[in-house]
T-cell receptor, first 113, second 116 residues
Framework: GENVEQHPSTLSVQEGDSAVIKCTYSDSASNYFPWYKQELGKGPQLIIDIRSNVGEKKDQRIAVTLNKTAKHFSLHITETQPEDSAVYFCAASTLWGYQKVTFGIGTKLQVIP | DSGVTQTPKHLITATGQRVTLRCSPRSGDLSVYWYQQSLDQGLQFLIQYYNGEERAKGNILERFSAQQFPDLHSELNLSSLELGDSALYFC???????????????FGPGTRLTVT
């Protein structure tokens, strides 16, 4: 089955700096890679996703990159703000067929004002 | 607010007992997913239902079962509970069970289960 590794497990950055979270996956059949943000006491919320036919996707201060050959994908948050503090999960899945989503272990991001 | 509701929010029970967790998907969503989140295991996929039928199974124990009813709400039944079953249980829903338009999953707020 799919295995998703995520690092770092914790990340502290100063407000305004950038944060990068990296994930690797094992199953070459995976072609959909969502990122979720989980705030304390809440369920995960989809913040951005990328399909395997795209190398990069941006949404304001958030970007995701995908290297299919190396089976790596990364989340980049620029100009971090205190409200970005949360746990971030990467995941891998397939777009076709019934989904079994495999999540990374999570990264706790702390943005220091 | 994702539109997915889960009840109860908290549940405290003893080992050996049985509990039922309930999930109502977003209006119009046919697919429901159950996840278990614990500190050491992260977010683990348990099972998926689409329009009343089981469609995918993950790391779900035999002591656990689920179903989706005609009104599309779903229940996760956990029996013979053990201390290690203490975790957050999330339900998520998506529009369909398969195909490119189905991929966005919306998570509920979760049920925190504590087994003592």
């Amino acid at each position: 089955g799919e295995n998703v590794e995520q690092h770092p497990s914790t990340l502290s950055v100063q407000e305004g700096d950038s944060a990068v979270i990296k994930c690797t996956y094992s199953d070459s059949a995976s072609n959909y890679f969502p990122w979720y943000k989980q705030e304390l006491g809440k369920g995960p919320q989809l913040i951005i996703d990328i399909r395997s036919n795209v190398g990069e996707k941006k949404d304001q201060r958030i970007a995701v990159t995908l290297n299919k050959t190396a089976k790596h994908f990364s989340l980049h948050i620029t100009e971090t703000q205190p409200e970005d503090s949360a746990v971030y999960f990467c995941a891998a899945s397939t777009l076709w067929g019934y989904q079994k989503v495999t999540f990374g272990i999570g990264t706790k991001l702390q943005v220091i004002p | 607010d994702s539109g997915v509701t889960q009840t109860p929010k908290h549940l405290i029970t003893a080992t050996g007992q049985r509990v039922t967790l309930r999930c109502s998907p977003r209006s119009g969503d046919l697919s429901v997913y159950w996840y278990q989140q614990s500190l050491d295991q992260g977010l683990q996929f348990l099972i998926q239902y689409y329009n009343g039928e089981e469609r995918a199974k993950g790391n779900i124990l035999e002591r656990f079962s689920a179903q989706q009813f005609p009104d599309l709400h779903s229940e996760l039944n956990l029996s013979s509970l053990e201390l290690g079953d203490s975790a957050l249980y999330f339900c998520a829903s998506s529009v369909r069970g398969r195909g490119p338009s189905s991929y966005e999953q919306y998570f509920g707020p979760g049920t925190r289960l504590t087994v003592t």
